[in-house]
């Protein structure tokens, strides 16, 4: 049982904009920022979003994330077929004096 | 740019204390303001945070591995190390080393290793 509550899938088609939600405490999201990653089949997770809403070098301005109190979502918008992949919400928790993570959302590419 | 490499034993049986090393490239393991992380994932499952070390040798660690886990560092090999004692099957997962910058920001990560908890 993760800490942090993700969707376990996710779908839509090409060109199409999809959100993915990720919900925690008082405790994680909501009193320290959200990173998101991103995880192909057969790889390491690569961070996508820090801070909530900042991207990594290097990452399209497809993806965008945005928090609000306990909660945190991950935007990707104009959908490729190469974005299939798993999803992880991330957060430090100040009770854990660790970072904890969500379930993961499996993102499907119609 | 940094880059982070696992090895140890893909096997280990239970009861037993599993190992892994962490080589880091690119970069001095000393330098800069990170933690060295351990993080693990069951196969189809998500992600979990074992513990880091600071690169002033500082450590904490998940508490519910608090008591079988040791992290530490080798500054003069750029490596850092994990060791998990008394495994059991639900050890059984992928391994990846990692560098965070802080706040679940993890910037680096090692291709990952699998390790068989198994008889």
């Known amino acids: 049982q993760s800490v942090l509550t993700q969707p376990p899938s996710a779908s839509g088609t090409p060109g199409q904009r999809v959100t993915i939600s990720c919900s925690g405490s008082?405790?994680?999201?909501?009193?320290?920022?959200v990173n998101w990653y991103q995880q192909l089949p057969g790889t390491a997770p690569k961070l996508l979003i820090y801070?909530?809403?900042q991207r990594p070098s290097g990452v399209p301005d497809r993806f965008s994330g945005s928090k609000s109190g306990t909660s945190a979502s991950l935007a990707i918008s104009g959908l490729q077929s190469g974005d299939e992949a798993d999803y992880y919400c991330?957060?430090?928790?100040?009770?854990?004096?660790?970072?904890?993570f969500g379930g993961g959302t499996k993102l499907t590419v119609l | 740019q940094v880059q982070l490499q696992e090895s140890g034993p893909g096997l280990v049986k239970p009861s037993q204390t599993l190992s892994l090393t962490c080589t880091v490239s690119?970069?001095?393991?000393?330098?800069?303001?990170?933690?060295w992380s351990w993080i693990r994932q069951p196969a189809g499952k998500g992600l979990e945070w074992i513990g880091r070390?600071?690169?002033?040798?500082?450590?904490n660690y998940n508490p519910s591995l608090k008591s079988r886990v040791t992290i530490s560092v080798d500054t003069s090999k750029n490596q850092f190390s994990l060791k998990l004692s008394s495994v059991t099957a639900a050890d059984t997962a992928v391994y990846y080393c990692?560098?965070?910058?802080?706040?679940?920001?993890?910037?680096?990560w090692g291709q990952g290793t699998l390790v068989t908890v198994s008889s």
């Open positions: 008082s405790s994680n999201i909501g009193s320290n920022t």
């Open positions: 991330a957060a430090w928790d100040d009770s854990l004096n660790g970072p904890v």
């Open positions: 690119g970069g001095s393991i000393s330098s800069g303001s990170y933690y």
């Open positions: 070390i600071y690169t002033s040798g500082s450590t």
């Open positions: 990692a560098r965070d910058s802080g706040m679940a920001t993890i910037g680096a």
């Open positions: 801070s909530n809403n």
